[in-house]
């Protein structure tokens, strides 16, 4: 079992010089022999398999008891902390991780599967464990943002000091641990590889333990107080010179608005799923890095389907382009883009026709050729093929002048430099690291170790080159117009700007503590946790995502503002928001259609989002085509079947939601008519109704 995530020496530290309990060491070598045991036994037998494995643990006379967890730690989603006589008397499961790890978050969703199957009245009960790597998430209110942010459930324990991380021997992140109802450890799994076993392991554990199972009540509390907010911890932001996208994560939804906040389209939903489809119909994961591509596209890292997604905003659709939807182990790559399994991937950028990633999850970076295309002078790139470009796949801050030899440990921001270099947020190495595109040299800008196998080399110092200290950055962005590189030193709560040239990282805004304040640079603005950033001309767009909003930094002014984003109050069409409009009477025959032509109204906002639809009663009519969409280019037709008679309800509405433009100013407009229908003898089989330009201004 492997793919985890090396503690550090002050992690370990204090178990040098101790004793190795032999109660743990009898669990591992009864662990080890049961694993060779398992790994060539037939399918059928694996299961009394562990039965006699969990007896012979139990039975022994050398048992690891875990006792009582302490009282002065802080719980999340309980309503008391838990004790030893909680976890009596259940199947336990210990969930050891941090929550900036990645392996730790791959984990999260296969632990949520395992409760949805054995939920805490089967006997079984999922803690987790939270000991920190980085400074910022040992403070108890970080951990209950991420535990929100990342959709965790269950119990959570801030063991801030690694007391119980120390307790139990573990030296990996994640590590879990299974306790029997006496309390005492009966498997220890290190690693994101290991969670299918974990599924059969435990159903086999409380099916072994029935009969002794304690069923009764827990002060579990999961939660935290939904937001009113637009946004829910937004990641990254893109900006254009007319366009805002923001990847509204928590809501799991992709937001386009203009310069002045006003939202214009809605992909997504609030619910995750994956889905493609129309803009309103189609479902994200978790979205992360956002990126724009002219003249109407935005690309999406759907980390949570492990997918990248384009959206058509002229076709108002979504479709992927990258990732089958479930988490791949290839390292390589070299598929089409839709038959590439990827690895959560974080952030896009784009350069020429090539659509960069940095894959957070295999600890590398990817290349989506959207035209065919050339790197490095030499490897060529099929249109639509997706390939590993630089990274091995070891989680390491190892630079090297071949790309496929060098290390990243964990790329979660990723930007171009002109001409020909990519500028990463490498958060688990805490450094800054640049691609030629020319050479594939990767080389360290600013921060990290030397070592490249030491990921702990983090703290908050301006400086230059390996004398600044970073803490998990997790955004870049380039400003050709000052000529720097603006970081999200997320874990800092700071924004940073770096001269290139000069390898040379100061402060910009930010003072270092988490805080939602708005103000000058040097001592009033504050952040918590910014993931993301863009920027146009002298305005850079942070994405704040533990202050749930995206802020506003005028570099030539000198202070920082939120941005107010207004989402679409008409976007339900609700029938009451004006007055209709009758226009002429059609007069149909029995079992007849209605064709309902809408040309455009005049002066539409180019890439706004013009919608329509028809409302009716169904008892009355079959819709024989679709009754709602986004306008485009070229006029709408709709087709409806008489179905019922019945003269009081046959009138049908149609509604049209537009933006318009005129004399350079831009509002919404909502338009509703009454088409009035009659039946009779002498109707036509097919009748049409238009609406025309005109209509619309009367």
Not at 5 to 20: D, I, L, Q, V, W
Not at 180 to 202: D, I, N
Not at 359 to 374: E, F, I, K, P, V
Not at 545 to 558: A, F, M, R
Request: glycine residues 8%; proline residues 6%.
């Amino acid at each position: 079992f492997r793919a985890c995530t090396p503690a550090s020496r002050m992690h370990t530290e204090k178990m040098t010089g101790a004793e190795y309990p032999s109660s743990l060491l009898r669990l591992r070598e009864l662990q080890e022999s049961f694993e060779r045991e398992y790994k060539d036994a037939e399918t059928e037998d694996r299961n009394s398999l562990i039965h006699r494995y969990i007896a012979s643990v139990d039975d022994s006379d050398d048992r690891f008891l875990l006792g009582d967890f302490g009282s002065d730690m802080d719980w999340i989603n309980t309503s008391r902390p838990l004790t030893a006589s909680d976890l009596r008397g259940r199947v336990v499961v210990l969930d050891f991780f941090t929550f900036c790890c990645i392996n730790c978050q791959h984990v999260l969703p296969e632990i949520k599967r395992l409760e949805e199957e054995l939920p805490p009245s089967s006997g079984l009960l999922v803690v987790g464990i939270h000991s920190a790597k980085f400074q910022h998430e040992k403070r108890p209110s970080s951990v209950g943002q991420a535990v929100q942010r990342l959709g965790i459930n269950h119990p959570v324990v801030n063991d801030s000091s690694s007391r119980l991380w120390r307790k139990l021997w573990v030296n990996c992140w994640p590590t879990m641990v299974v306790l029997g109802p006496s309390s005492q450890a009966l498997l220890v799994l290190v690693g994101e590889g290991s969670t299918s076993f974990l599924h059969l392991f435990c159903r086999a554990a409380v099916d072994h333990f029935g009969p002794d199972l304690r069923l009764g009540a827990l002060p579990l509390d999961p939660g935290g107080t939904p937001l009113s907010k637009p946004l829910h911890f937004p990641a990254k932001v893109f900006a254009t010179e007319t366009r805002l996208v923001v990847a509204d994560t928590g809501h799991h939804r992709v937001l386009v608005a203009d310069h002045d906040g006003r939202v214009l389209y809605t992909v997504g939903s609030p619910e995750p799923g994956w889905r493609d489809g129309a803009l309103n119909d189609a479902r994200f994961n978790g979205p992360q890095g956002v990126v724009w591509r002219d003249p109407h596209f935005v690309y999406v890292a759907d980390t949570g389907n492990h997918t990248v997604r384009e959206v058509d905003l002229e076709q108002a659709q979504v479709r992927t382009v990258a990732g089958t939807g479930r988490r791949g182990s290839d390292l390589e790559g070299g598929r089409q883009g839709p038959q590439q399994p990827l690895s959560s991937p974080w952030d896009l950028c784009l350069a020429e026709d090539i659509l960069f990633i940095a894959m957070a999850g295999s600890h590398q970076l990817w290349a989506l050729a959207l035209r065919d295309s050339q790197l490095f002078g030499k490897l060529h790139l099929g249109a639509g093929t997706c390939l590993r470009i630089a990274g091995s796949g070891s989680e390491e801050n190892r630079n090297n002048s071949y790309p496929l030899r060098a290390s990243f440990a964990q790329p979660s921001g990723i930007a171009f430099h002109p001409p020909d270099v990519l500028c990463i947020a490498d958060s688990e190495s805490s450094a800054i690291r640049t691609l030629s595109l020319r050479t594939g040299a990767v080389k360290n800008l600013v921060g990290g170790a030397l070592n490249p196998t030491d990921l702990f080399c983090f703290g908050d110092a301006d400086g230059s080159a390996l004398d600044v200290r970073l803490q998990h950055p997790l955004g870049v962005c380039w400003s050709p117009n000052k000529q720097l590189l603006y970081v999200a030193d997320s874990y800092n709560h700071k924004i940073r700007q770096v001269d290139v040239q000069k390898r040379l990282c100061t402060t910009l805004a930010g003072t270092g503590v988490a805080g939602d304040a708005t103000g000058s640079f040097s001592d009033e603005a504050q952040f918590d946790e910014p993931g993301g950033l863009c920027i146009v001309g002298s305005h850079l767009y942070v994405a704040d995502t533990n202050n749930h909003c995206i802020k506003l930094v005028h570099l030539d002014l000198g202070f920082v503002e939120k941005v107010t984003l207004t989402l679409p109050d008409a976007t339900d069409f609700r029938d009451e928001d004006c007055a209709s409009k009758d226009v002429n009477r059609v007069a149909l025959a029995p079992e007849a259609c209605l064709r309902l032509v809408l040309e455009l109204p005049a002066d539409l906002a180019p890439g706004a989002p013009h919608q329509w639809r028809l409302s009716f009663d169904e008892e009355c009519w079959l819709p024989l085509s679709p009754c709602s969409g986004t306008l485009g280019k070229v006029e709408v037709a709709a087709e409806l079947r008489l179905r019922s008679e019945n003269a009081a309800r046959l009138d049908v509405r149609v509604i049209l939601e537009t933006y318009t433009c005129r004399n350079g100013t831009c509002a919404p407009r909502l338009h509703s008519f009454r088409v009035p229908v009659t039946v009779d003898g002498r109707g036509k089989l097919l009748g049409e109704c238009r609406i025309t330009k005109e209509m619309y201004e009367e």
